[in-house]
């Protein structure tokens, strides 16, 4: 039955459904004022959330300052980050919300990832290559069927670039490698990355190991 509550002109309509609507709204408007938060965990590692992902630097080597993004080509993911040495170091990404493949809304993991990495060189030596490495399990390389890559199905994919490095080229087989050439980041410069990872069996957590690479002496 639809009830009548006063307001200021009369009576007004109240209806249970646009009630329902309003209450989900205000989920879902809550949700996403959660984006580019980070917390800590139990054992006092930090985790940044945005999007339906959570991001960290729990293995060590480089430090998260920041997240934002939802994983759209429009709002892609964006992780800001400060690497203290040349040696490799590895990213840990965990969904934080229910798993849809290629949904759309940017509300749940879809298997479609648009990131850009912006990485700050605090290592103290210039960088003339860069090397990013997709794993679904920690130290093993991803391979053609686990459906992780960086957009394996096409052959030249309009969504890498980077502000610093001109050319790029990816290894598939046996890992799933992307390495940018053609370029440096001094030490106390920043560069950014931009590539689409997708996932055609999407898991709850995977890894992006990050390797930059000094001139061979």
């Not at 639809?2 to 459904?17: E, Y």
Request: charged fraction near 25%; charge should be negative.
């Amino acid at each position: 039955m639809r009830q009548f509550v006063p307001c200021k002109t009369g009576l007004k309509r109240f209806s249970p459904t646009s009630h329902m609507l309003a209450v989900v709204s205000l989920l879902i408007a809550t949700c996403l004022a959660g984006e580019g938060r980070s917390q800590e965990t139990a054992d006092g590692q930090k985790l940044w959330t945005s999007g339906a992902y959570s991001f960290s630097d729990e293995l060590g080597g480089f430090r998260i300052t920041s997240v934002s993004g939802i994983g759209t080509r429009e709002d892609p993911l964006v992780i800001r980050e400060e690497l203290e040495s040349s040696s490799p170091v590895t990213l840990t990404i965990r969904t934080t919300r229910p798993i849809r493949p290629f949904d759309t809304s940017g509300l749940y993991a879809n298997g479609i990832m648009f990131m850009r990495i912006e990485a700050l060189n605090n290592s103290g030596q210039a960088w003339i290559e860069f090397e990013f490495e997709l794993q679904e399990i920690e130290g093993k390389p991803s391979d053609f069927g686990d459906g992780l890559s960086f957009d394996q199905r096409r052959g030249d994919s309009a969504n890498i670039s980077s502000s610093s490095f001109s050319k790029y080229v990816r290894d598939f087989e046996p890992y799933d490698r992307l390495r940018y050439t053609e370029g440096k980041i001094d030490p106390g410069e920043a560069a950014d990355f931009n590539f689409l990872i997708t996932d055609y069996t999407p898991r709850w957590r995977f890894y992006i190991v990050q390797d930059p690479r000094i001139p061979s002496s």
